[in-house]
Nanobody, 124 residues
């Protein structure tokens, strides 16, 4: 069992930066692929990015590539999402998720554990 807690969300203006954190319980953090997803109001949850176990390999949705960066500190069991040049379309609830798998990490159903989410409003 893995428990995930996101933090760092809040109201920001377009063009600003924000860093989200995802703290995980347990001692096997490095064995999990960690993902970020978001859900905008009235829309389905979508993949944002993911970090495979060691953190060396990452993948991103086209909509955030070049603006968002995922990092992780396996010694602290924590993953981060650095978001730069935020846009109104980045508004949503951001969730972190964990899976022992290293493939299919863009799909929600791959993930076994989810956090409660943190809100990031970016008004237009």
């Amino acid at each position: 069992q893995v428990q995930l807690v996101e933090s760092g969300g809040g109201l920001v203006q377009a063009g600003d930066s924000l860093r989200l954190s995802c703290a995980a319980s347990g001692r096997t953090f490095s064995s999990y692929t960690m993902g970020w997803f978001r859900q905008a109001p009235g829309k389905e949850r979508e993949f944002v990015g993911a970090s495979l176990r060691s953190g060396v390999n990452t993948g991103y949705a086209d909509s955030v590539k070049g603006r968002f960066t995922i990092s992780r500190d396996n010694t602290k069991s924590t993953m981060y999402l650095q978001m730069n040049s935020l846009k109104p379309e980045d508004t949503g609830v951001y969730y972190c998720a964990a899976t022992p798998h290293t493939t299919g990490f863009t799909r929600e159903r791959t993930y076994d554990f989810w956090g409660q989410g943190t809100q990031v409003p970016v008004p237009s």
